[in-house]
């Protein structure tokens, strides 16, 4: 070991995304999926015209069906992300998303140089997600609060008695009627494909110029992290701001 | 001078000719449109045998009379007589006999004599642009006559879309800021009936049973009777297993249209409208436009003239026009997207050569040691 080349970095196995994190994601990743697919069936149905008798089809029913299971599901879900925000480890805490300090900006004016300009300059290294992503999703989160309470909003009236949606009939009234509500949610969720698409991007691009395993993170929850990194991190952490 | 006292709607029925059989049968009919129990039925006949007629003050300002004309033709004859004569549509522009001086007349009487009595029904909205020059009866613009005639009213009814919404006056650009009746009078009970026009049985429905409970009837978060607008079009629809079963008509000739399939995707409205249509129908009855082959406009909801195109189930949005639909900037935002991405993929192989390549070399050194 005492020959190691100085260019050779150390790299230390970080748990950043705990299990509970993980599972949030995927959950989400697949709801969102169900919810996009039919979603599009819903506001512009393909006719596949049948043979059959119309009481033997039920199509835009179980589309609609799985739409409003996905739907609650990506409720529940995210209402437990909004708590483990609260109790996860600190690479989940709301602390990384909603920005509370002036180092918060700089480290996203730095992150917006490097990666995005493609500026010369420092390489900003990031244990967890940088402040540019946590504030991305931020917004991510608030587009999930306005797809729940538009989808939610129409559901509604067309619901069951059950008092959680019924906890939305205020919301047709709030935005003056059915259609223009059905507006809002139709175009928040083209914010949602959008986000997936460079979402997938940067995991490519991260993984490839900082090459800690990205790209697996998600799935087993660790990172591999150059000490002199980590510590800096930690100690910047630790500091008061 | 004696004064002879309101007769009842019963007396006055009697002394048009009906027969009470006739009498009893309106009032079944109303307590079924009203949604009541089998003894409700009993409570509309008694209101209307024992209680005296309603004053009614009825106000055009902005609007094409379609409500008016809908109230008269409601199926029943007697909804038409009993509340255009029974109850005393004390000044109503259109229906009554007295112009001129003798109809202001008329309607200062009504207003003096039964100060918060009577029954204010307004159709049209009231234009505020230009000092509200835009519609003026008698030498007085409708806010002046609004004003004046709100003061002393029990209650307010908004008849149809121009006076619950603003309807197509109100559209974009909206020249003459024609305004809805509840956003200009304020601290008076306001049933909203909207619809363009609404149905005459859900207007009838409305008054009777002010008349029956003494009270409003109960009202949604908008303001709107929940008998007659709790459930979307869509939900009645006779055509709705069509759109449960994935079947529409994809143009106004084809097939599908021929056997009747749902016309959500030749822009039906019925999805996000709530109206009585599917039940009460029009025209005693006989249909209703889904049932004529034609999708719903949404004629009952707010703001309909901008929601979007009526043949088409995009609706627009603000900030980008009539002409595009979520869909197709969607689209584009994601081509743009795309080319962003594939832009910054290039340059970071160009700009970060030196750092992916030390990466790949820290690999390969690695590599090596671990094999010594």
């Known amino acids: ?241 | 001078m004696h004064q002879p006292p309101t007769p009842t709607y019963l007396e006055e029925f009697k002394r048009k000719g009906y027969k009470r059989r006739d009498f009893v049968k309106f009032c079944t009919l109303m307590a079924a449109y009203l949604g009541l129990e089998n003894k409700g039925i009993s409570q509309v006949v008694k209101a209307l045998s024992t209680k005296p007629r309603l004053p009614v003050i009825w106000l055009h300002f902005q609007e094409c009379t379609c409500c008016s004309e809908s109230f008269i033709r409601s199926s029943h004859p007697i909804v038409a007589d009993v509340l255009l004569d029974q109850i005393s549509l004390d000044y109503t522009e259109t229906l009554m006999a007295a112009s001129g001086f003798q109809a202001e007349e008329a309607m200062k009487n009504t207003m003096t004599k039964y100060k918060g009595e009577y029954i204010l029904c307004v159709e049209g909205s009231v234009p505020t642009a230009a000092d509200g020059v835009y519609c003026m009866i008698g030498g007085k613009t409708s806010m002046q006559i609004l004003e004046e005639a709100a003061e002393g009213a029990k209650a307010i009814i908004a008849w149809g879309s121009c006076a619950s919404n603003g309807c197509v006056q109100a559209a974009k650009p909206n020249p003459t800021s024609a305004t809805p009746i509840h956003k200009l009078v304020k601290g008076k009970p306001i049933i909203k009936v909207p619809g363009c026009p609404p149905i005459g049985e859900v207007m009838a429905g409305v008054i009777v049973h002010v008349v029956t409970f003494g009270r409003l009837p109960e009202l949604d978060g908008l303001g709107r009777p929940k008998a007659f607008y709790s459930k979307r079009v869509h939900d009645t629809c006779y055509r709705r297993p069509y759109y449960d079963a994935g079947l529409y008509v994809e143009s106004f000739d084809d097939e599908n249209a021929k056997k009747g399939y749902c016309l959500y995707k030749v822009g039906c409205k019925g999805p996000s409208t709530y109206n009585a249509c599917g039940l009460t129908k029009w025209n005693n009855g006989v249909s209703f436009p889904i049932q004529s082959g034609h999708g719903c406009f949404g004629c009952s909801e707010e703001n309909y003239w901008d929601n979007g195109r009526i043949y088409e189930r995009a609706s627009a949005f603000p900030g980008f026009g009539i002409e595009a639909t979520a869909d197709k900037v969607g689209k584009t935002a994601l081509i743009a997207t795309a080319a962003a991405l594939t832009a910054h993929a290039v340059m970071t192989n160009v700009r970060k050569k030196k750092l992916i390549k030390n990466l790949e070399k820290q690999g390969t050194e690695s590599e090596q040691e671990l094999k010594k």
């Not at chain 1, 989160?141 to 619901?159: D, E, H, K, N, P």
């Not at chain 1, 009939?169 to 009627?177: H, L, N, T, Y």
Request: charged fraction near 15%.
């Open chain 1, 1 to 241: 070991m005492a020959n190691t080349t100085s260019s050779v970095q150390r790299l230390r196995r970080v748990y950043v995304w705990e299990k509970p994190v993980r599972m949030y994601h995927w959950l989400n990743a697949t709801v969102i999926l169900v919810l996009i697919a039919t979603g599009f069936y819903i506001a512009n149905p393909i006719v596949i015209n049948s043979n059959r008798e119309a009481s033997d089809l039920f199509l835009m029913g179980w589309v609609r069906t799985i739409h409003f299971i996905a739907a609650y599901i990506f409720l529940f879900n995210f209402i437990f992300r909004i708590y483990w925000g609260f109790v996860g480890n600190k690479y989940a805490r709301w602390k990384t998303f909603i920005p509370t300090n002036k180092g918060f900006f700089k480290e996203m004016w730095q992150v917006f140089k490097i990666d995005i300009l493609m500026l010369k300059g420092k390489e900003h290294m990031a244990v967890g997600h940088n402040a540019m992503a946590g504030f991305i999703y931020f917004f991510t989160f608030l587009a999930f609060l306005v797809q729940c309470i538009t989808g939610f909003g129409l559901y509604a009236s067309m619901s069951t008695n059950w008092w959680l949606p019924k906890l939305f009939g205020w919301v047709p009234a709030a935005f003056g009627g059915d259609a223009y509500l059905r507006s809002v949610h139709h175009w928040t969720m083209w914010f949602f494909i959008i986000f997936v698409v460079i979402h997938v991007y940067l995991v490519f691009y991260h993984d490839y110029v900082e090459g800690r395993g990205e790209m697996s993170s998600m799935g087993g929850g660790w990172k591999f992290i150059e000490e002199e990194e980590f510590k800096k991190s930690e100690e910047a952490d630790a500091k008061p701001k």
